[in-house]
């Protein structure tokens, strides 16, 4: 008997904090950085061999947890940030600072026995994370040309188990798991009812961003083989089993704070000309601004016409997964395969009871995605042959958009959510023998929310802009199946498959309860979805040949775009359109 475990544990707490700090200069940089590096490599591998029974058997464990926080704050001193360029960012990592995985393990158990040979391999990867950028509690904060506020999160997991097993006179026996949890919340964020922050986008400055990126990524391969020589009573059972469970948070917002609101007179004679030269921006938000409109030593009118504000949030997750199990004898054998994916996320951008004004465009972006490619092969051969794989996908996301409450005065104002689903599984499943058994099941569900909106019910949203002010939400749903079952025999041979899709999707985009005045105004819901599934089974025998195949599919879908409530002032055109567009492909041959 041999064995190998191998456990890894790292937790950090990394904070990098600036607090009720005094600067003044429109040269310097203010930047408020924590970055953590986390990464581990494991190897756990066993061999056993013995003339009656081997047995071989390897265990990695490995965890990795955290958190990472940069903040810029106020205080009860009331001191103002004034820099060239204000950053506040928080990074997390591999310890290479690249964009490979966090964890990389290996566990291979190896047995072989002149009578009974067993391997074994198990690998559990678990991964938790914090990051958070903030700028908030009372700051006070002005840049002549950049505010950043960033917070990404990176987190992989590359996963490598093998179990072989060998048995000479009686059996063969090859187990091995997977199981990869991740989970993970990333935040950036302006917040405070008292919380003041222009950027004026001077010198080729870009204005305002609040950013939220996370990508997480699982990339597994497992395999299990199980041999046995000895005619009739030698049995080989191979099997082999992935799970995956990806969930993360994203959140990009600006929430109670004044933006680009500050009154910049007292800079005349100092960082300004005493005798203002400041030409009108966008200000009030009305079709034509006059000198009258405004106070010329507003961090708005003092902005160029690049002062943007952007938020946004974007999250990307995928599971790759290779699981092969195989088993052979003279006499019975039996394989497993089996792949489970759960990918649950939400993502959010949004303007929350927030004051903000820009000379140029103000953007709410949410973008999600989740992938999960899968293969699974399940081969068994002997006297009496069955084998088996089976792969279930669930995709559950919230991706959303939304300005609510307070007041957005800009050129432009573009709200958009878009969330992307991907499924591409091929699983086959093979057997030969005197009698001879295959089957496969496939089950991939859907049930995701995708929604843009400017206003709540109950809740006062004001929103003026010179330009055009843009609604949109688009789901995007791609399911690509491919499966084969075949059985081959003496004697009986029985095939059997089944695929089942189910999506209840959620897309929506709307204005409600909430005062526009625009240019234009265009509300849109676009749902797109895209299934092909294709089944093959095929059963042969001298015997009796039977085969069997499933194929369905059932949709639940809401698209919806709405203006619901509220005032809307158009200098132009008022678009609201709703549409799905769906591409389905069955394809069954038995």
């Known amino acids: ?31 408020v950085v924590a970055k953590d590096g986390r990464s581990i490599d494991s190897l756990a591998g066993a061999a056993a061999v013995a003339g009656t029974v081997g047995i071989g058997a390897a265990v990695a464990f490995n965890q990795i947890g955290g958190s990472t926080r940069a903040t810029l704050s106020g205080g009860s001193n009331g001191y103002q940030v004034h820099a060239r360029d204000v950053e506040v960012s928080a990074q997390a990592t591999n310890a290479n600072g690249s964009n490979g995985a966090n964890i990389r393990t290996i566990a291979a158990g190896l047995g072989g026995g002149g009578m009974v040979g067993g391997a074994g ?50 059996a063969g026996i090859g187990l091995g798991t997977v199981v990869n949890l991740m989970t993970g919340k990333t935040t950036a ?8 922050v222009s950027s004026l986008a001077w010198n080729g400055g870009r ?63 100092t960082w300004l000309p005493v005798q203002g030269t400041a030409q009108p921006g966008t200000g009030s938000g009305e079709a034509a601004d006059s000198q009258d409109d405004f106070d010329f030593f507003s961090a708005t009118a003092l902005g160029s016409a690049q002062q943007d504000v952007q938020v946004k949030a974007n999250s990307t997750v995928s599971a790759n997964t290779l699981v ?10 039996a394989s497993g395969a089996a792949s489970s994916t759960v990918l649950q996320t939400a993502t959010v951008a949004k303007l929350e009871n927030a004051n903000v004004a820009a000379s140029g465009d103000i953007s709410v972006d949410a973008q999600g995605s989740q992938s999960a490619q899968t293969t699974v092969v399940g081969v068994a051969a002997g006297l009496a042959g069955g084998a088996g794989t089976g792969v ?40 030969a023998g005197a009698a001879a058994v295959a089957g496969t099941l496939v089950v991939n569900l859907a049930q995701t929310q995708t929604s843009a909106s400017i206003g709540r019910a109950g809740v006062a949203t004001n929103v003026g802009v010179d330009g055009d002010v843009e609604v949109s ?23 059997g498959m089944a695929q089942y899709q189910q999506i209840a999707n959620t897309t929506q985009a709307g204005i409600v309860d909430a005062t526009v005045a625009a240019g234009a105004v265009d509300v849109s819901a676009l749902e797109e979805l895209e299934i092909k599934a294709s089944s093959g089974i095929v059963a042969g025998g001298l015997g009796t040949g039977v085969g069997a195949a499933a194929n369905i599919t059932l949709l639940g879908s809401k698209v919806a775009a709405t203006i619901s409530g509220g005032k809307i002032s158009s200098g132009g055109a008022v678009n609201v359109d709703a549409a799905s567009i769906r591409d389905i492909e069955m394809t069954t041959a038995t």
Do not use: C
């Open 392 to 431: 279930v996908n669930v995709f559950s996301s919230n991706t959303d958009a939304s300005v609510a409450g307070g007041s957005t005065y800009g050129a432009n104002l573009t709200v958009n959510a878009d969330n992307t689903v991907d499924s591409s599984i091929n699983a086959g499943t093979g057997a």
């Open 324 to 333: 092969i199990g195989a088993a052979a004898g003279a006499g019975g054998s």
């Open 207 to 269: 204005g305002l961003t609040v950013d939220a990126a996370t990508s997480q990524a699982v990339n597994t391969l497992g395999t299990s083989m199980a041999v046995t020589f000895a005619p009739i009573v030698g049995q080989s059972v191979s099997m082999m089993a992935g799970v995956n469970v990806i969930a993360t948070l994203t959140e990009a917002s600006i929430g109670g704070a004044s933006i680009n609101q500050h009154d910049l007179s007292g800079w005349a004679g």
């Open 1 to 31: 008997v041999g064995g190998s475990v191998t456990t890894n544990f790292i937790t950090t707490h990394t904070v990098a904090e600036l607090q009720d700090t005094l600067v003044d200069s429109n040269s310097a940089d203010v930047r």
């Open 189 to 196: 964020q302006i917040a405070g009812s008292q919380t003041k």
């Open 473 to 495: 939400a688009h789901t995007d749903t791609r399911f690509i199946n491919t499966v084969v079952s075949g059985a081959f025999a003496g004697g009986s041979a029985i095939a």
């Open 121 to 170: 391999s198990v690998a559990v990867n678990l991964m938790e994370g914090e990051v958070k950028a903030s700028i908030a509690d009372g700051a006070d904060v002005v840049a002549d040309r950049n505010v950043t506020v960033k917070a990404s999160q990176q987190q992989g997991i590359d996963v490598l188990t093998g179990s072989v097993a060998v048995g000479g006179g009686a």
